[in-house]
């Protein structure tokens, strides 16, 4: 029974059931409108002949004295005309004999009887129209009386009656009612078929979306909802559930690998750390080597501790909202502090720096604090990988309604291949990790995602050696406006 509660036989029930329905009283009211039709065009042609045929057997009636001998041959030949006209019987009651001709001849001498109500209509010289068995008839048959009058004095010579089967009456509603019978059995198929058909495409991407949804709570994240191209709310269900699909399928591949990376740089300070404590514990290393082993464990702890401090500033940073904390500062001072901060490590390397930045302030809007350390990350990947005695370039200029950084650097050259990862999480360049030891693979990811709640881009290029990074910041409303001009 459960296979009947779904979304499709559900629809399919109620779409079934309305045009069922529909048919129903479109049916009653069809039926009602035509039979009342035919019976009403029934009355009046039975009327009319009645009336012919009651003027005929007037005319008869009203010839010289000798009538009543000649009246029954004219009722008789006017009884036979009447049987030409139509397949309706006619009763003509007849003065001169007490009695009544009729065109029927199986009810032989049988009395007629009139029903109450059209003898008393006949009597007031009115037409009368209902059923009855006239006494003569097994079955109920539709009447229709008129009274015969002389044209002389109005004087009702008596009745004239038109008996119509009730086979006669209904012949015509029963085709229609064939008709309609097959129309509807036909459009009640019709719409099983379509309904039944709409309704299963309707469901099949629904179940698709649940099995594969069902798939993704087993961690299987290849399954997809196939998507026929439909232009309605279905395919655009269908289209948004597939690139939530490839969304997730993403997050979980960077998951595995985040955690592949990282389970890679904690264990490798953790093993040496541990390695070279064991070795002095154990009384491996000599006391004379003690200092040195130390030392490494030292820098060891180190490195982990800021591989543990940068991966909660990457958590804190997808976490706030930056939009609400943008304020206007001065871009161009806090490069300057930047590069004084950085004196040291740049004077270590024996490089020499190329500024060009402005001395007016150029204001942007954007968190201080985050924008900097944009800055200070990009500058120190760039000391850090520059060749002993080559010169670092930072720049600051204004674009449009933008202020753009560069920061370049003179070493070796990064494979096109290699640009659009240096932004992943724990990447390094150096596959061996036999350099940059004290990086943890994460300052140059901080920097794009900094960047992306700033809503602006970063891009890095690498030829001859020669290695620049550029991106953007929004200038503040003034700025923008000097920009312009």
Request: aromatic share 8%; charged share 25%; hydrophobic share 40%.
């Amino acid at each position: 029974m459960e296979r009947f509660k779904g979304i499709y036989w559900r629809t399919f029930t109620v779409t079934v059931g309305m045009v069922a329905l529909t048919l129903v009283l479109l049916g009653a009211s069809f039926f009602s409108l035509t039979y009342s039709y035919i019976v009403s065009e029934k009355r009046e042609e039975l009327t009319d002949k009645a009336e012919l045929i009651a003027q005929m057997a007037v005319n008869a009636y009203s010839k010289p004295a000798d009538f009543r001998g000649l009246w029954s041959e004219d009722v008789l030949e006017i009884v036979s005309v009447a049987k030409q006209m139509s397949s309706t019987d006619f009763l003509i009651w007849v003065p001169s004999i007490g009695g009544f001709i009729s065109t029927d001849e199986s009810i032989g001498n049988r009395e007629l009887t009139l029903p109450g109500e059209m003898g008393e209509k006949l009597a007031k010289g009115e037409s009368y129209a209902g059923t009855s068995k006239l006494g003569l008839y097994e079955k109920t048959r539709f009447v229709v009386a008129v009274p015969a009058r002389t044209t002389d004095d109005g004087t009702i010579v008596g009745p004239v009656l038109a008996v119509a089967e009730p086979n006669t009456m209904t012949e015509m509603w029963r085709a229609f009612l064939g008709i309609f019978g097959i129309t509807a059995i036909t459009v009640l198929l019709i719409a099983f078929v379509v309904t039944a058909t709409t309704t299963m495409q309707q469901t099949k991407p629904i179940k698709d979306m649940a099995t594969a949804a069902r798939s993704f709570a087993e961690g299987n994240f290849d399954a997809r909802v196939y998507d026929t191209g439909r232009d309605d709310e279905i395919g655009e269900l269908t289209e948004a559930f597939n690139t939530m699909a490839d969304s997730l399928q993403k997050t979980e591949q960077r998951r595995r690998e985040f955690i592949a990376n990282i389970s890679h740089e904690l264990k490798t300070p953790m093993t040496t750390i541990a390695g070279y404590a064991d070795g002095i514990l154990d009384g491996v290393i000599s006391p004379e080597e003690e200092r040195q082993y130390l030392s490494i464990i030292s820098a060891e702890s180190r490195r982990l501790s800021r591989l543990v401090r940068r991966m909660l500033d990457v958590s804190q940073l997808q976490s706030i909202d930056l939009i609400k904390q943008k304020r206007p500062f001065d871009l161009s001072e806090s490069m300057r502090r930047v590069l004084v901060s950085m004196e040291k490590k740049i004077t270590a390397r024996g490089l020499d720096v190329d500024v060009e930045i402005p001395e007016d302030p150029i204001t942007v809007m954007g968190d201080n604090d985050l924008l900097t350390q944009v800055v200070y990350n990009l500058l120190e990947n760039a000391a850090k990988f520059a060749a002993e005695g080559s010169t670092l370039f930072l720049g600051l200029e204004k674009k449009g309604e933008k202020a753009v950084v560069t920061v370049r650097n003179t070493g070796d050259t990064i494979p096109p291949e290699e640009l659009p990862l240096l932004f992943e999480r724990f990447h390094k360049t150096d596959k061996s990790r036999s350099e940059d030891k004290d990086g943890v693979g994460l300052g140059l990811y901080i920097v794009r995602t900094i960047l992306e709640q700033h809503r602006e881009k970063i891009s890095a290029s690498s030829e001859n050696g020669v290695t620049t990074f550029s991106f953007t910041v929004q200038l503040a409303g003034e700025e923008k406006g000097l920009a312009k001009i």
